[in-house]
């Protein structure tokens, strides 16, 4: 695919789908972090409750209430503690952590696509500055040397001109063309190399492009 022909069309929305990209994953993180944190508290408040042996201290071990009741309580209590701190490992460390380093493998990723494309830009249009700059000039002296001859011609019809003035102006036109010459492969010099640069862009331009679907797809992922 030719970015130009094919893609250029589709660059400007998936930027702004990579920039609201980074917005949904700070989302997502601050959800998880918020139930992680949440979590934590109740987990946290658990192991208050199982470490605090002196809540039953008072009850007799032989009482129905302590064998029956109290101590199957805690045991459930050690139990549900248990599963929380696991589910809460596994939410940190399965989930929260791989947000976070997609979230920065992302947004460099942006950052990447974003100094890659200013600096094709840039390269593109210092290279078509250039370009139009010596086109302006060899057209000028097209010009010139289109005006030199016309004026020879006008001179050769006119008796009124001497064949000394007519010389210099032959002169003149020996002058433009090789000025014309030399500014004919100056411009085609620098066409080669701006068509050139084109391609180059093209190139760069569409495999940037396929980057920034790649790094949308990988988000997309999670």
């Known amino acids: 695919l030719s970015f130009d022909r094919h893609l250029r069309h589709a660059f400007a929305p998936l930027s702004v789908r990579l920039e609201s990209g980074i ?34 201290s008072y009850v007799n071990i032989t009482e129905s209430l302590r064998r029956d009741g109290l101590d199957a309580l805690y045991t459930d209590l050690k139990n549900e503690y248990q599963q929380h701190i696991e589910y809460l490992n596994s939410l940190n460390e399965d989930i929260y952590l791989p947000c976070i380093s997609m979230r920065e493998s992302y947004a460099s990723q942006n950052r990447l696509f974003a100094n890659n494309t200013k600096q094709n830009i840039k390269s593109l249009r210092q290279q078509q500055n250039q370009f139009y700059k010596i086109k302006t000039k060899y057209e000028k002296v097209c010009k010139d040397a289109s005006n030199a001859r016309t004026l020879l011609l006008n001179a050769k019809l006119d008796n009124k001109i001497s064949s000394q003035q007519i010389l210099k102006l032959g002169a003149k036109v020996n002058s433009t063309l090789k000025t014309q010459q030399i500014w004919k492969e100056k411009y085609d010099q620098q066409q080669l190399i701006w068509n050139k640069q084109q391609i180059k862009f093209d190139d760069e331009m569409t495999n940037i492009l396929q980057g920034m679907q790649t790094n949308e797809q990988n988000r997309m992922k999670i």
Do not use: H, P, T, V
């Not at 989302?27 to 934590?40: D, P, Q, T």
């Open 23 to 56: 917005k949904s994953l700070d989302g997502i993180i601050e959800l998880l972090r918020l139930r992680i944190e949440a979590e934590a508290q109740y987990a946290s408040s658990l192991e208050r409750i199982i470490s605090n042996e002196s809540l039953i």
